[in-house]
């Protein structure tokens, strides 16, 4: 069987990034991360940082939280989508 590149998508953005990499045991894989790009409060731009933000974590091996203490765009999404998060699963 050929090797293909998984592609994830649906309700992503730079949070769960971490534990999804560690689901499919690889950064070798398209996601497709609208809003969580488009949706971050500082714009797009700010949003595509804070999903590369979150990879340089990752293979870092640094917490993201940690990390995003020296990066604005970061700490702004995990503030933003983390509230979006809590407040999707209570109301459900």
């Known amino acids: ?16 990034l971490k534990p999804l990499i560690d689901a499919i045991g690889d950064v ?16 797009t731009k700010a949003g595509a940082r804070a999903l590369v933000q979150a990879c340089d974590a990752y293979l870092a091996g640094v ?5 995003s203490k020296r990066h604005a765009e970061l700490a702004e999404a995990i503030r933003f989508f983390t509230k979006k998060t809590e407040v999707s699963e209570h109301s459900a």
């Open 1 to 16: 069987m050929k090797k293909c590149c998984p592609i994830v998508s649906g309700g992503l953005n730079p949070v769960p």
């Open 28 to 43: 070798d894989f398209i996601t497709i991360m609208g809003a969580g790009c488009h949706a971050h409060p500082s714009g």
């Open 63 to 67: 917490d993201i939280v940690k990390h």
